[in-house]
């Protein structure tokens, strides 16, 4: 468990990437890359049950629990957009529920890009973000849950 | 009438305070002009002279402010009846846009007149705003909307909206030009056809006000329908003109104040109009600057900037054209100066948020038109739309940024 990196770890070693970058382009480059990189998601999870729906691109969110854990996978019909999706599970993926729910995730507004992607209608970050926090809310529910069984 | 000297586009971006700020750093290059029109000198300075030097209720003060409130304010209604030729400045109704016009005709008119199994007519080109209404007042009164049908390439098929027309079609409500494609349709011969059924036709000019020159009485339109912030007047103010004889006849949309003529708690006789479709007080500062919008376009001429525009749209789309995998959605002749597009694999938001960057400002998404949309098969397009003051250097700007964007994204 020692080289367990916190959300806090994570969310600074993107800032120091970010702040790598001297002009938007080469931000938006690695978001691009991000977003190309991302493992496609199983098709069987792009549904309307998984979808969250934006103003204009479409985003799909899968979560799983392992030991304690919470594992996402996502993606969009946007490039830059998969880039956020990416970028959200870089810093949540494998977290415990509990820390994943109360991460104020301050990094967004850090690295710069929050102007235009922070806007709900835009893209829905934050609606990726509620629904990420809301998913491990309820796999920590169902881990508390079981405890008490 | 208008003369055809130099257009002098520097003169006229001089007018707008707003084209000389920058975005991120760049020079804002705004071809977002089928939202809304940025606002000339003349207009923001309406504005503040009203609230400066004459801000008063209108119509029933008796002092000097109220006086030359209601002056200016009815000013304007003059200056709209003008503007799109009606009979009578009575015919003039001050809304809060196209939707809140479409709206009042829906309830109002639908209302009165609609009946259980009538037909409304709508196109497959249309606006939310000239949707919705109509679901809404045929669901309450068990009428039956149905939809002119479309071409691959955005044109009315008007074989089958003859085959609509018939003995239960009551209502016929079509977009002059389209806000997704710039498509302009051929609403003379619709409103002819659908008179020939006693159809009251409603005529959606939110597109078409500021780019085509518009006389109700030539097009023989029921009603007519803008916004002022889409012909370079404020927010918040639009115009519904409708035929004196349907208003007469239809009920008013909200009761309050202005609308009445006598009030008991017995009864209560409306207003004349046009203050009959007036409740409350109106959106007075806004109907006087949109005055100064109309003047704004009367100072160079329509047909003029038409021409101005028309150059702009040429150049656009042959220079669009050139980029390989990029197809212009609406790409025929009869068009304003909107140019709608998509390209191979790529989204149109991705395309926006580079293009923001650069500083041009583009509209992306369905355009408020999901049903076209759906129709024509894609999630949404890329809409560039030109307006008075933009330029051959910023379409070329726009290309640049398109294609800088494309090596990022591909």
Known sequence: MNNHRTIKNIEQELIDDFSLFETWEEKYEYLIDLGKKLAPLDPAFKTEEYKIKGCQSSVWIHSFAKDGFVYFEGDSDAIIVRGLVGLMITVMNGQPAKEIVEAPLEFINTIGLSSHLAQTRSNGLRAMIKQMKMDAGAWQVNAENKTVE | ?410
Request: one cysteine or more; charged letters at 20%.
């Open chain 2, 1 to 410: 009438m208008e003369t055809e000297g130099i257009y002098d586009v520097q003169a006229i971006r001089a007018q707008f305070p707003i084209l000389s700020r920058k975005v991120k750093g760049k020079d804002l290059v705004y071809l977002d002009n089928a939202a809304t029109a940025q606002k000339p000198l003349s207009v923001i300075d309406a504005l503040v002279h009203y609230y400066s030097h004459y801000n008063a209720n209108i119509h029933r003060g008796l002092h000097t402010l109220a006086d030359e409130a209601t002056a200016a304010y009815e000013a304007s209604r003059v200056a709209v009846k003008e503007f799109v030729g009606a009979s009578s400045p009575d015919e003039i109704i001050f809304t809060k846009g196209t939707t809140d016009s479409i709206n009042l005709v829906a309830y109002s008119w639908g209302k009165s007149f609609l009946q259980e199994g009538d037909e409304i007519i709508i196109s497959s080109l249309e606006h939310h705003a000239n949707i919705v209404p109509w679901q809404m007042i045929a669901a309450e009164k068990k009428a039956i909307l149905r939809v002119i049908p479309i071409s691959d390439d955005g044109i009315l098929d008007m074989e089958a909206f003859k085959s609509m027309l018939g003995p239960k079609t009551k209502f016929v409500s079509v977009v002059h030009v389209s806000n997704a494609l710039g498509i302009i349709n051929p609403v003379e011969e619709i409103i002819r056809l659908a008179h020939q059924h006693n159809a009251v036709v409603l005529i959606d000019g939110a597109q078409s006000s500021v780019h085509l020159d518009i006389d109700v009485q030539t097009l023989g339109c029921d009603f007519y329908a803008f916004s002022g912030h889409k012909i370079y007047g404020p927010t918040g103010v639009g115009v519904l003109y409708g035929r004196r004889d349907l208003l007469e006849s239809m009920p008013p949309y909200q009761g309050g104040g202005e609308m009445i003529k006598e009030v008991r708690f017995e009864y209560t006789t409306y207003n004349e109009l046009p203050f009959k479709f007036e409740a409350g007080t109106p959106n007075i500062a806004d109907v006087i600057a949109l005055k100064a919008g109309i003047d704004f376009i009367k100072s160079i001429g329509k047909h003029a900037i038409r021409k101005h525009e028309e150059q702009l749209l040429e150049y656009a789309t042959a220079k669009l054209k050139d980029i390989a995998g990029l197809r212009i959605i609406g790409d025929v002749k009869n068009k304003v100066s909107v140019i709608s597009f998509v390209i191979d694999g790529v989204h149109p938001q991705d395309l926006a948020i580079l293009l923001d960057n650069q500083g041009i400002a583009v509209r992306t998404g369905h355009h408020c038109t999901q049903p076209l949309m759906h129709r024509l098969g894609i999630v949404g397009t890329t809409r560039a739309s030109f307006a008075a003051y933009n330029t051959l250097d910023e379409v070329e700007l726009l290309i640049q940024a398109l294609n800088k964007s494309l090596k990022m994204l591909l």
